[in-house]
Every structure is written in structure tokens, then in C-alpha cells.
């Protein structure tokens, strides 16, 4: 049961344009929601995150969106740079007490690809 | 200030071995999480450890376990170990927040 899905698996821009990452959930427990960051051979990277109190969180050229009704996150980058190639994992985290409280439930990735 | 720390890098066990692995929190953090990633696959929760118990568990079978330390340091062992357990195995930590930190993850090769 994938409760957290990035349903591309790729995304290939060109540097200076708009990326856009998404991400679906389905457990209306999840609160908290986190973009990470990976580069081959190491570990995650926080990027930005969002409480589902919110609907945008903006942190420099990155911008989380959060459609609650919808079960519907993304990822914006503006502008996309040749160094933002990476893997991009969308995380949620459940409210305290909940039964999966103290974990994150990642989607499968998506590889960002920016070219020069 | 120093991050999550993990050790080793690379492991090589042969099929049926036990593996154990290391993992040293930020600092502060209470909370050390262990997550798997096989290969094309994302992330996958294994276990979560705080003050020294073990608080959440993902769906893996009872041979992989661990423990928390009193300085918060964690181990992971993974005992008779199979093919398909070859993977990246992943520490983290936080202060009891979503937000975890990781670390660079140690590569398990099972052959």
C-alpha cells in the first residue's frame, strides 16, 4: 500500500525554467509534509516542508504547495539550475499519537534532470 | 557541528552472515530512525528508536533489529541475511520533530 506516490519517475527541464515535482497521498493522517533532496552515494537532504495548517511555504527559489482537499503536494523551483539535478522524495509525517507517528512515509523519487 | 554519522561506508557479508550496523545521532537528537533503500526503490521505514526504546516498527521481518545506546547512538543487525537484503541502509535523527537529518548511509552488499 503506497501511501505517499510520485507518480513521475523523471523530470527534465532546462536551466532558468520552472521546475515541478509532485506528490499524492492518501492517508488523511499525515500532518506534515517534507521534501528531500539525494544525490548518488548520500544521504537525504532536507529541502522545505509544509504543515497541513498551510498552503504554501516559500524558501527562497523553492516553493512547497499543499492541496489538502485534493491529497496533492508539489515542488516548485525557480529557476531550475544544472546543480538542482538530484533525486527529490516527497515525505509525510503523521500527527502525534497517530499509529505511524515518529516516521516519515516517503514516494519513490523522482529524478530531476536540469539542463544547461 | 557534526552530522549523522554512519558506519561503515560499504559492508560485504555473505549470504546467511549477520550484519551490524552503526549510527551516531546530531548532537542533541534523542530520536534515530532507520530506513532501507533497495535498489530503485525509495525510501522504506525499518525501525525508530527514542530514549532508548524502540518506538515504531516497519514491516520487516523480526531478523532485523536494534538497539539505542544511552548516549543515543544506535546499531542495526540484520541476521541470516538473504540476497535481497542487499541495500542502502540509512540512519537519522531528530530532536522529536518531522524534520530528520541523515546520514550518508552505509551500502550493504549481501553475495
Known amino acids: 500500500d503506497q501511501q505517499v506516490k510520485q507518480n513521475s519517475p523523471s523530470l527534465s527541464v532546462q536551466e532558468g525554467r520552472i521546475s515541478i515535482l509532485n506528490c499524492d497521498y492518501t492517508?488523511?493522517?499525515?500532518?506534515?509534509f517534507l521534501w528531500y533532496k539525494k544525490y548518488p552515494a548520500e544521504g537525504p537532504t532536507f529541502l522545505i516542508s509544509i504543515s497541513s495548517i498551510k498552503d504554501k511555504n516559500e524558501d527562497g527559489r523553492f516553493t512547497v504547495f499543499l492541496n489538502k482537499s485534493a491529497k496533492h503536494l508539489s515542488l516548485h523551483i525557480v529557476p531550475s539550475q544544472p546543480g538542482d539535478s538530484a533525486v527529490y522524495f516527497c515525505?509525510?509525517?503523521?500527527?502525534?499519537?497517530?499509529?505511524?507517528?515518529?516516521?516519515?512515509?516517503f514516494g519513490q523519487g523522482t529524478i530531476l534532470t536540469v539542463h544547461p | 557541528e557534526a552530522g549523522v554519522t554512519q558506519s561503515p561506508t560499504h559492508l560485504i557479508k555473505t549470504r546467511g552472515q549477520q550484519a551490524t550496523l552503526r549510527c551516531s545521532p546530531i548532537s542533541g537528537h534523542t530520536s534515530v530512525y532507520w530506513y532501507q533503500q533497495a535498489l530503485g526503490l525509495g525510501l522504506q521505514f525499518l525501525l525508530w528508536?527514542?530514549?532508548?526504546?524502540?518506538?515504531n516498527r516497519g514491516n520487516f521481518p523480526p531478523r532485523f533489529s536494534g538497539r539505542q545506546f544511552p548516549n543515543y547512538s544506535s546499531e542495526l543487525n540484520v541476521n541470516a541475511l538473504e540476497l535481497e537484503d542487499s541495500a542502502l541502509y540509512l540512519c537519522?535523527?531528530?530532536?522529536?520533530?518531522?524534520?530528520?537529518?541523515f546520514g550518508q548511509g552505509t551500502r550493504l552488499t549481501v553475495v
Open positions: 528508536y527514542d530514549e532508548g526504546e524502540e518506538r
Open positions: 492517508n488523511s493522517m499525515f500532518d506534515y
Open positions: 515525505a509525510a509525517s503523521d500527527l502525534p499519537g497517530g499509529t505511524s507517528y515518529g516516521k516519515l512515509t
Open positions: 537519522a535523527s531528530s530532536s522529536r520533530t518531522p524534520r530528520a537529518f
